[in-house]
């Protein structure tokens, strides 16, 4: 079990949101115990992360820009494949209390996962464009996203709790989910087909496709896109290839359609990763000198 340090200090006034950008330990630990709402956005590569709360239990890939909800008082468990970084929001209960009386709405939260908001990712950038800036916006601009988020937070759980319930769907085992993705990586510089993947799961095209999203966490198309850009990202890193090479390598069909697909999933240019490779290498260098 890794311990996790806790995130925040301790203040005599508690804001009504504040951020810090934290690392997240690879391994198993429970979240600290905290009395504010804490939003997770991962920040930078894919990572593999598996998460319990209660009887709720998740897997999947967590990629740039995506959310977990950790409400106040609560602890959930997790276990990551590799060392992460997260953008952690604290958002302090009384606003959400406020707020949900003003807009006629529920107070609570219920944990989440892997939930993609534009809105709450431009709030996130915001708020981590302040505390690198110093806070040239003061604490009323911190103010009026705090509200803006717990009003967003609100309306995306009103609309999750509307949707019909359905009947729990049945995932793809362990064993053949880990041999497809280990097909994909073996073949990422092809052009995969489905009914190729789903041959390898010996599925039909139809079963595959759903089976696999409730397996992984996302559509299989999805899921070779984010292998796709991580065969790119370590290769970019490495700097010894050309971006015609590397997209190629990483089944892309030319070096634009590779820096989209980086730029979408990463939120980085291939240039960025390639100068975050050349420092990595430099420091590595220094310390063996």
């Given at each position: 079990?890794?311990?996790?340090?806790?995130?925040?200090?301790?203040?005599?006034?508690?804001?009504?949101?504040?951020?810090?950008?934290?690392?997240?330990?690879?391994?198993?630990?429970?979240?600290?115990?905290?009395?504010?709402?804490?939003?997770?956005?991962?920040?930078?590569?894919?990572?593999?992360?598996?998460?319990?709360?209660?009887?709720?239990?998740?897997?999947?890939?967590?990629?740039?820009?995506?959310?977990?909800?950790?409400?106040?008082?609560?602890?959930?468990?997790?276990?990551?494949?590799?060392?992460?970084?997260?953008?952690?929001?604290?958002?302090?209960?009384?606003?959400?209390?406020?707020?949900?009386?003003?807009?006629?709405?529920?107070?609570?939260?219920?944990?989440?996962?892997?939930?993609?908001?534009?809105?709450?990712?431009?709030?996130?950038?915001?708020?981590?464009?302040?505390?690198?800036?110093?806070?040239?916006?003061?604490?009323?601009?911190?103010?009026?996203?705090?509200?803006?988020?717990?009003?967003?937070?609100?309306?995306?759980?009103?609309?999750?709790?509307?949707?019909?319930?359905?009947?729990?769907?049945?995932?793809?085992?362990?064993?053949?989910?880990?041999?497809?993705?280990?097909?994909?990586?073996?073949?990422?510089?092809?052009?995969?087909?489905?009914?190729?993947?789903?041959?390898?799961?010996?599925?039909?095209?139809?079963?595959?496709?759903?089976?696999?999203?409730?397996?992984?966490?996302?559509?299989?198309?999805?899921?070779?896109?984010?292998?796709?850009?991580?065969?790119?990202?370590?290769?970019?890193?490495?700097?010894?290839?050309?971006?015609?090479?590397?997209?190629?390598?990483?089944?892309?069909?030319?070096?634009?359609?590779?820096a989209r697909s980086v730029r979408h999933v990463l939120g980085l240019t291939p240039a960025q990763l390639r100068a975050d490779g050349l420092r990595k290498i430099k420091s590595v260098a220094l310390v063996s000198e």
């Amino acid at each position: 079990m890794t311990t996790r340090p806790l995130c925040y200090p301790v203040r005599d006034e508690v804001p009504l949101l504040d951020v810090l950008t934290s690392p997240v330990p690879n391994g198993r630990f429970d979240s600290p115990v905290d009395g504010r709402h804490v939003l997770c956005l991962h920040l930078g590569a894919p990572v593999q992360v598996s998460y319990r709360a209660g009887r709720y239990e998740r897997q999947g890939t967590r990629l740039h820009g995506q959310f977990c909800v950790v409400p106040a008082g609560s602890s959930t468990r997790w276990t990551l494949t590799a060392p992460a970084t997260s953008l952690l929001l604290r958002l302090n209960p009384s606003l959400m209390q406020d707020m949900a009386e003003h807009m006629h709405l529920v107070p609570e939260l219920a944990p989440a996962i892997h939930i993609r908001d534009p809105q709450i990712e431009r709030i996130g950038w915001m708020m981590q464009a302040e505390e690198q800036d110093g806070h040239p916006g003061g604490r009323i601009f911190a103010d009026s996203l705090a509200s803006a988020l717990a009003a967003r937070l609100l309306v995306l759980q009103t609309l999750a709790s509307c949707r019909p319930t359905a009947a729990p769907a049945r995932a793809l085992p362990a064993w053949q989910l880990r041999a497809v993705q280990d097909y994909i990586e073996a073949n990422l510089d092809q052009d995969l087909r489905l009914a190729e993947l789903a041959a390898v799961a010996g599925l039909s095209v139809s079963h595959f496709k759903e089976l696999f999203r409730q397996a992984a966490g996302m559509p299989v198309h999805r899921f070779v896109l984010v292998r796709r850009v991580e065969r790119a990202r370590q290769l970019l890193q490495e700097g010894k290839k050309t971006n015609t090479e590397i997209a190629l390598e990483a089944g892309f069909a030319h070096p634009s359609h590779m820096a989209r697909s980086v730029r979408h999933v990463l939120g980085l240019t291939p240039a960025q990763l390639r100068a975050d490779g050349l420092r990595k290498i430099k420091s590595v260098a220094l310390v063996s000198e």
